[in-house]
């Protein structure tokens, strides 16, 4: 054992803080360049999903080498161990500043492998080796300090947390990309300092820890098997949770944010010394569980911001439950490194099932109700109620009482759908649940009847209602980009919805009917009115693009003789629009027109130049903001693809953000005309299912704007917005443009 007994309180305490600031900083920096290289990376690989899971895979992959190659270092002498990784982070560092190689794809390329050797190249070393900084330098500590270094992995989440947040709040609104680089790059250099002063408090040889004692049986597979389960589960919550609030509750921009940072926190608090946090996170997590089972099916818009901050508490102390599992189950240090690797195993295959299997065969998502499930199995928590508690004590009684409670839950799970029959249907969901709830909170305590109770209320409070709407063919489609549903709108049309945002509302009862343009691309709106006026501003033979494709809503402006492109990103939304028994929009009016699939500004950067006169782009919607499609870049590739003269129409309907500022900022700079158009309909209009919409005009050519524009009252000129600085592939960010107001 290293000699430590000699060391003052200042010197321990010295050396904990070099630690802590450490790990603190290479975590800080490992969230810092997710974020920071996918903004790099997005003009020149598109939003497509393949490119994405493609990127997730690549970082979860150098996260599992980074923990391996610090588990492998734990075979060499401390001197060794510190030789190796300095000189690792020393050739690591002739990569920097951080950033893409120039390379770009060819337009054949698969991403699935084109991606992965991309960010390799670009990004591999570096990310490998600062990934591995948390577990090596907790060895490192417990080698040098003599003291529990697990406590040091709560620094180590919550610089993962400053990081994530630095950069959306910090480092995006007031850096640019470029700037960004150097910026990470200099924070590199003190991490490494860093490193070097940690190495030199390294014994000369290895030593057992003084934190926790070197006892009892050595590691079998199966407590490696659940470390790896603990960490799967909260892992694919922060997924499932982040979906299902973005897909039924609330589409918010930045909202993906707080699930992670949840996450992140939950481990602070699971592996701090200070352990009151965590116990009482843990009490309280069964009830905060069967809260937000419960309010899951609910559809009530107002409850919408509640049922999501239920869901990101729910996440939290899920988080610290099962995390403090794996604090009270950590080994001695020398297997430390192997436990933080089996954690990074569970985190991976929890990230892996959400991202890449669920979409695959789940058409809702399912996965986060059997997360939901899995969590009550895993959490064990002991009963709040003193009395009840002491029934749950593995006697002949318990048992008796458990199988019973089982079965009791079975059957009302199983009939809250009409109960056989012996309770009207408004009554049935209403018993059933509040039934299993009760059963449910007290048998908190009871790790058998808790699970069981938590899936039954599952299916009562609303999973019957979503299975049988999966079973309905056509209702419900599943895409890497989201979850669509098509939904009645009243009695006389129907909707696509994307989560809680409609895509196209067609009205029925006749051919003319159907034929009528509805929601955000009604006659008087800003894009209706440029259809209609496409004859005068380009005559008979108008070249039109369109990009989003949705229900297909505007091919019934077409006319004979024009020509017309429809460019859309997800291939499920093209077989919905094209599905006649869902939407009739292309198939009574554009039947044949040519949909080109794939990120709009790679394809229309590859498209004819000049090929368009009228190019609209509808790509904005809800919390999807595509930043790179509305970027100075973006509109260069928009001027290549219209003529001289042309007309382009940009949709920028939102219920959280005032997009117009961008878009008349970098109109501004790159000398177009403008002027937008917000169309609010009158009480005919939508009783025909229109919707407000704001969208903006550009043309390089004053008259041809001035000619759409005359004698329609509503337009207003495109004013940029003092001191808003235009965005652009190296800055752009989203928080100035942040409105709650109607």
């Known amino acids: ?211 926790r004692e070197e006892r009892g049986a050595p590691l079998d597979w199966r407590q490696i098997g659940r470390w790896v389960l603990l960490a799967a589960v909260p892992s694919g919550l922060i997924l499932s949770t982040t979906l299902h609030i973005t897909t039924d509750l609330v589409a918010m921009p930045l909202l993906w944010v707080l699930p992670l940072a949840a996450y992140l926190l939950s481990f602070t608090v699971a592996f701090a010394s200070w352990r009151t946090p965590a116990n009482s996170m843990r009490r309280l997590a069964p009830l905060i569980l069967l809260l937000a089972c419960f309010a899951i099916f609910v559809n009530q818009n107002w409850l919408a911001l509640l049922f999501c901050a239920i869901s990101i508490l729910n996440l939290f102390t899920v988080g610290v439950a099962l995390h403090s599992r794996l604090f009270e189950t950590r080994p001695p240090a020398r297997q430390l490194t192997l436990f933080y690797l089996a954690l990074s195993v569970g985190g991976v295959l929890g990230g892996i099932f959400c991202a890449l299997i669920a979409p695959l065969i789940f058409d809702w998502t399912y996965e986060h109700l059997i997360l939901l499930v899995a969590a009550a199995w895993l959490m064990r928590s002991d009963s709040p109620f003193g009395p009840i508690a002491n029934l749950w004590d593995n006697s002949a009684l318990a048992r008796r009482v458990t199988i019973a409670g089982i079965a009791i839950v079975m059957v009302l799970a199983a009939g809250s759908e009409d109960f056989f029959g012996l309770l009207p249907d408004s009554d049935v969901t209403r018993f059933a649940t509040l039934a299993i709830l009760a059963i449910a909170i007290t048998s908190i305590g009871n790790r058998a009847l808790f699970t ?30 989201g979850i669509y549903s098509i939904r009645p709108s009243g009695d006389d049309a129907r909707m696509l919805v994307h ?70 990103i997800d291939p499920a939304i093209v077989r919905i629009a094209r599905d006649p028994a869902k939407f009739t929009f292309l198939s009574r009016c554009l039947p044949d027109v040519p949909i080109e699939i794939g990120d709009a500004r790679l394809t229309l950067a590859r498209a004819e130049a000049a090929g368009a006169d009228l190019l609209v782009v509808d790509a904005f919607s809800s919390d999807a903001i595509p930043i790179h499609l509305l970027t100075r870049e973006a509109l260069g590739v928009y001027g290549r693809r219209l003529s001289s003269s042309g007309l382009l129409l940009i949709h920028i309907s939102n219920r959280f953000l005032n997009l117009r500022p961008v878009v008349a900022a970098n109109a501004q700079v790159a000398g177009w005309h403008g002027a937008a158009r917000s169309h609010k309909p009158s009480a005919e209009g939508r009783a025909l299912h229109e919707t407000e919409s704001e969208w903006i005009a550009l043309s390089r050519s004053p008259q041809v704007l001035g000619r759409l524009i005359g004698g329609n009252p509503g337009w207003e000129a495109l004013e940029p917005q003092p001191g808003f600085a235009p965005w652009s592939d190296d800055y752009a960010s989203v928080l100035p443009l942040f409105t709650w107001g109607p």
């Open 1 to 211: 054992m290293v000699a430590v007994a000699g060391r003052t309180d200042s010197g321990g305490r010295a050396g904990r803080a070099r630690f802590v600031a450490t790990i603190f900083v290479g975590s800080f920096l490992l969230f810092l360049v997710q974020p920071m290289i996918a903004r790099m990376a997005l003009p020149r690989l598109g939003g497509a999903p393949s490119v994405w899971n493609s990127a997730m895979l690549v970082y979860q992959a150098l996260l599992l080498a980074g923990y391996a190659y610090a588990h492998w270092l734990g075979r060499f002498a401390p001197p060794r161990q510190a030789l190796i990784h300095l000189v690792l982070l020393a050739i690591a560092a002739l990569t920097l500043p951080i950033g893409l190689m120039s390379a770009m794809p060819p337009p054949d390329a698969n991403p699935f492998l084109w991606v992965p050797w991309l960010l390799l190249a670009s990004i591999g070393p570096l990310f490998f080796v600062v990934s591995a900084q948390a577990p090596l330098l907790q060895r490192w500590f417990a080698m040098s300090e003599g003291a529990d270094p697990y406590p040091l992995y709560a620094a180590s989440n919550l610089g993962s947390f400053g990081g994530l947040i630095a950069y959306p709040l910090i480092v995006e609104p007031l850096i640019g990309v470029s700037e960004q680089r150097w910026l990470w790059s200099v924070g590199y250099g003190l991490l490494m300092l860093l490193v070097v002063a940690c190495a030199i408090a390294l014994p000369r040889s290895a030593a057992p820890a003084g934190g």
């Open 452 to 481: 069981v109770s938590t899936a039954g209320l599952l299916i009562a409070a609303g999973g019957w209602d979503q299975l049988e709407l999966s079973a309905t063919p056509g209702k419900t489609t599943r895409s890497f980009f």
């Open 499 to 568: 989560g809680t945002t409609v895509h196209g509302i067609q009205n029925l009862g006749s051919p003319d009917r159907e034929r009528i343009e509805t929601s955000y691309y009604a006659p008087r709106s800003g894009v209706g009115l440029a259809m209609q006026a496409t004859p005068q501003l380009f005559g008979p033979n108008a070249r039109i693009d369109v990009v989003g494709l949705g229900a297909g809503t505007l091919a019934c402006y077409a006319r004979p003789g024009e020509r017309w492109t429809f460019y859309e």
